[in-house]
């Protein structure tokens, strides 16, 4: 039976037209080859896409490449930039410590030819009838009188603060503190006592009998608390001090200059030896 059936369908395929089964394969090729047609389309786009992402690829490496180059020199440049800025700025502050160095030396002259600037102008000034009275006899006169004393016979606050001054511009120290001693023990209240005290710590200073310096700068502060040569008094005694490695004494002088007086002249010599104080090394432990 089974055989039967099989030759049965072996004759029915065999029974079908040729044409039909052309057809069938022409169909079949047709299909093959368009198959064929659109792997061909879809492995040139992938190539052109495989190409494309390449190029991107290597577009983007050297836009990395140039980014890195660009970063790397900016830094570069710009750490040049920081040392030559630095270079620049600390020579720019060791010459500004000198020029404070030397303005102070400067200033310092100056304050003297400025404190004398009064007593010089009455020297020149000449006597004419009419003129002012000389505020400083009349106030010794009034104060001898007060206490019972005549004043000196011939002897003026001016004559007698004048020759103190001579001596000390000559260079006679030792003499000035003298006579500018003697001049406030005679003139307690004139008008010139503020300087004549002053002068008398210039002097030793010059000297360089700091201690005494210390002291009549001291007493410039303390006894005439309203006078113009106080911030000069602090700044001076400051220098005193800072000569005889007392730094904390110095450092308290100089800070009273620049807090009471920080408009002043002396405030700015005195900031500049704040300054130094604070870079100056500490002192080498003594040996035992």
């Known amino acids: 039976m089974r055989k039967t059936t099989l030759f049965v369908m072996i004759v029915g395929l065999l029974a079908v037209p040729a044409h039909a089964q052309n057809r069938e394969h022409l169909q079949m090729a047709a299909e093959l080859r368009i198959l064929q047609q659109q792997n061909q389309e879809l492995a040139s786009a992938l190539a052109q896409a495989i190409q494309l992402l390449n190029e991107t690829a290597k577009a983007l490496n050297s836009r990395i490449d140039q980014t890195n180059d660009l970063m790397r020199k900016g830094f570069a440049d710009q750490s040049i930039t920081l040392n030559t800025a630095a270079g620049d700025s600390r020579k720019t502050l060791a010459q500004t410590q000198d020029v404070a160095t030397r303005l102070g030396e400067l200033k310092e002259e100056v304050a003297s ?47 007698m603060y004048d020759t103190a001054y001579e001596d000390y511009a000559a260079g006679r120290f030792a003499e000035a ?14 008008a010139r006592a503020h300087l004549a005290q002053l002068y008398i710590g210039e002097a030793e200073f010059h000297q360089n009998r700091l201690e005494q310096a210390i002291a009549a700068y001291t007493l410039v502060i303390q006894n005439h608390p309203n006078s113009d040569q106080v911030p000069w008094a602090y700044y001076k005694r400051g220098m005193a001090q800072s000569r005889l490695q007392q730094t904390a004494a110095a450092r308290t002088s100089f800070e009273a200059v620049v807090k009471q007086f920080p408009d002043s002249e002396p405030a700015v010599l005195a900031l500049s030896q704040l300054q130094r104080l604070d870079s100056a090394p500490p002192p080498a432990p003594r040996k035992p």
């Not at 004398?116 to 009275?133: H, M, N």
């Open 177 to 190: 503190v003298l006579a500018f001693e003697e001049f406030l023990k005679t003139f307690a209240t004139s």
């Open 113 to 159: 030819l400025r404190t004398s600037l009064p007593a010089l102008i009455s020297r020149l000034a000449p006597a004419e009838p009419g003129l002012p009275v000389d505020l400083d006899a009349a106030a010794a006169a009034a104060a001898a009188v007060a206490a019972g004393q005549p004043p000196p016979p011939g002897v003026t606050p001016q004559r």
